[in-house]
């Protein structure tokens, strides 16, 4: 079987268009209120039942969640298979590391059929939105560690956010199958990130450099995932920072920081960015 | 072809890639189908991607012009972010067209304005123009308008029963609506 696929394989049918972020960010268009500042009342764009876009908001994110389930399936399953079992060294993983990735693809499997049979719940069609292939793509390094640290840490801390705002949108809205579907699939992500965060530590135990560059990659990877401020720690970002299960999945305090002021420069970019194309447009 | 005379600002875009033209058209189409035979004026905002949608309309005679405010997100192919999709464009314009149509009958004289409805009001509104799309041939999801129905009177089967008779209901007045639940 084929190793090292790139993202342009992906195999996907005709339901399903994919973008990647240079297309989303080329969208000059926003849906921040860029009137208001982070303290005004009713400057909240987080995700939550009482807004009156509630569920086409949560529509579409659930689609995203689906297809990034499709692809940490492909991501986990490519570790597993990439590389040959060895002492990590030399491009190999340990066995046991090959198993964690297989357990982790089973998970992502379950997790693929439970979000596409919510998004039926909720009134989607698989293949509605376009796909962002950003999340496949931190997991096409050569370097098994760089992909821990970019799926398993990054990718898989993104779902721990997602996952906890839309339980919590479940939840308020009283939607049965929301809130339990969120909460089971939270418990796995947690583990997820247990799993690359133990991993990542023991395969660079005595290569500092190594893990020094896996972490400087994951923060690359953290800031692309934060979507131009989707996600963040205020108001502003419709996704909040899951900071009580990123603990539980062996997130530092000062990592979770780290996250949240990258968070917060992507937003204040990409207000920056749309400003300067409003004034463009209306020059 | 008909007669009903429609605009659409602005005549050219920038962030989108929309043709006022062909918005215009479809809107004629749609006053046809609907018997609309009013002026419109379609204003889409498309420094947003988001599908926000109201309408307006000064006046009760035949002559009032009906105001149909749109965000681009509401006209918007969701596949293919920033392009038109003909049939989302039906959907939206034709949901809120059916408001303005209501807005011109003595029994929804007392609707709030459409920026002025409470989360649970929009939603019972969209169920009622959500079934009549429907049986004009449109193909709005069903289980898209039922769970937005759910999302603000509840998970509950006395819900669903509310929903279903809403959907299929062509004569429901605004104190209907605004009774619901």
């Known amino acids: ?283 | 072809m008909s007669s009903t005379h429609v605009t659409v600002a602005p005549e050219q875009f920038s962030l989108v890639k929309y043709d006022a033209d062909r918005i215009a058209e479809i809107t004629r189409e749609l006053a046809d189908a609907l018997g609309v035979s009013n002026p419109i004026a379609v204003e889409v905002d498309e420094r947003t991607p988001l599908s926000k949608m109201s309408a307006t309309v000064d006046g009760a005679s035949s002559d009032a012009t009906v105001t149909l405010r749109v965000q681009s997100g509401a006209l918007e192919d969701t596949k293919h972010l920033t392009n038109f999709s003909e049939t989302r464009a039906r959907l939206s314009l034709g949901r809120v067209m059916l408001r303005a149509r209501d807005r011109l009958r003595p029994d929804f004289a007392d609707a709030p304005d459409d920026l002025e409805l409470t989360n649970a009001q929009n939603a019972a509104w969209d169920t009622y123009c959500g079934g009549r799309l429907e049986r004009l041939g449109l193909g709005p999801v069903q289980q898209q308008y039922r769970y937005d129905f759910r999302n603000r009177f509840g998970f509950t089967d006395d819900a669903d029963r509310e929903f279903d008779r809403v959907w299929a209901a062509d004569d429901l007045t605004w104190a209907d609506l605004d009774g619901l639940g």
């Open chain 1, 1 to 283: 079987m084929r190793q090292f696929f790139p993202v342009e394989d992906l195999a996907r049918d005709d339901r399903f268009v994919q973008t990647n972020m240079a297309e989303r960010m080329a969208d000059k268009r926003t849906a921040l209120n860029m009137k208001k500042s982070a303290k005004s009342r009713g400057a909240s764009n987080r995700l939550t039942p009482d807004r009156h876009d509630a569920s086409d908001a949560a529509r579409s994110l659930m689609h995203g969640i689906m297809v990034g389930e499709i692809q940490a399936l492909e991501g986990a399953g490519r570790t597993a298979h990439d590389f040959e079992a060895g002492d990590g060294s030399d491009g190999t993983i340990p066995f046991e590391l090959k198993l964690d990735m297989a357990r982790q693809a089973w998970d992502e499997a379950r997790h693929v059929e439970i979000s596409a049979k919510l998004s039926d719940w909720m009134g989607t069609e698989l293949g509605q939105f376009q796909e962002n292939t950003v999340l496949f793509e931190a997991a096409c390094s050569n370097d098994p560690v760089l992909r821990l640290a970019g799926v398993n840490r990054a990718l898989e801390g993104l779902a721990i956010d997602v996952f906890t705002q839309m339980k919590e949108f479940g939840q308020i809205a009283e939607d049965p199958f929301l809130e339990f579907c969120e909460d089971w699939m939270l418990a796995d992500e947690v583990t997820h990130v247990k799993m690359g965060s133990d991993w990542l530590r023991r395969v660079t135990e005595h290569d500092p450099e190594r893990r020094a560059k896996a972490l400087e990659f994951q923060q690359v990877v953290d800031k692309l995932f934060s979507f131009g401020g989707a996600r963040g720690d205020t108001d502003e970002s419709p996704i909040g920072l899951a900071r009580r299960f990123r603990e539980l999945a062996g997130f530092t305090d000062d990592e979770v920081d780290t996250i949240a002021e990258m968070d917060h420069d992507a937003l204040e970019e990409r207000k920056a960015a749309i400003q300067r194309a409003h004034e463009t447009t209306s020059a």
